[in-house]
């Protein structure tokens, strides 16, 4: 069965600070694609990236990065420098290539203060 | 350019009455459509998707049910809510099977009384 878990249900940090999002999976699938969402307080999800199970190369989008370690069925994001508008919850998601099912783990809700 | 539209956005509804929730998707055919329920402190909650017409998989077979009477529309539907119900439902679609990127609705918020 596939799982993700979010353990971090809430977290607030200081404005500028850098914040680390924990998202752990599991599947039995080899092929497989995990997901970063973003809920903005108006509700409606937002895509942040995409990875492939066959690639574990760490990425940087501006302030955002993100990183995928198979050995551990971990697939982390970081914020740095946060600034207030960050202030969201975040979702991990796994799917698998076999199927059409994505499934989301509880999210994180993130505040950033100012 | 591909769009979703969801409605209604808000709905107060007693227990035991029907519930019907309507998603589109505009310019792209044959999309994957899912239904996800976001409840507190539950996450989102895989509930139907649909990879066609007549093709429908359920994940919580509860009281309520899907439909997919055209290739772009999905619809959620009960017959007679539970207190349970409430929470915020998410329509989205997606192409391209597990490499799906979803495209989510603006979300209907219900609340059973």
């Known amino acids: 069965a596939q799982k993700v878990t979010q353990a971090q249900t809430e977290i607030s940090v200081v404005e500028k600070e850098d914040v680390t999002l924990d998202c752990v999976y599991e599947t039995r699938d080899t092929t497989y694609y995990l997901f970063w969402y973003k809920q903005p307080p108006s509700g409606e999800l937002v895509f942040l990236i995409r990875r492939n199970s066959f690639d574990e190369q760490n990425e940087i989008s501006g302030r955002y990065s993100w990183n995928f370690q198979k050995s551990t069925s971990s697939f982390n994001f970081t914020i740095t420098a946060s600034q207030v508008v960050d202030s969201a919850v975040y979702f991990c998601a796994l799917s698998a290539v076999r199927d059409d099912k994505i499934i989301f783990g509880k999210g994180t809700r993130l505040h950033i203060l100012p | 350019s591909q769009t979703i539209h969801q409605w209604p956005a808000t709905l107060v509804q007693p227990v035991g009455s029907p519930l019907s929730l309507e998603c589109t998707v505009e310019?792209?055919?044959?999309?994957?459509l899912y239904w996800y329920r976001q409840a507190a402190g539950r996450g989102l909650q895989l509930l139907f998707y649909s990879i066609g017409i007549d093709q429908i998989s359920s994940e919580v077979p509860q009281n309520l049910s899907a439909s997919r009477p055209q290739d772009r529309q999905f619809i959620l539907s009960s017959k007679k809510l539970l207190l349970s119900d409430s929470g915020f439902y998410l329509c989205a679609f997606g192409k391209g099977g597990g490499a799906n990127v979803l495209t989510f609705g603006a979300g209907s918020r219900l609340t059973v009384l």
């Open positions: 310019g792209t055919s044959n999309p994957n």
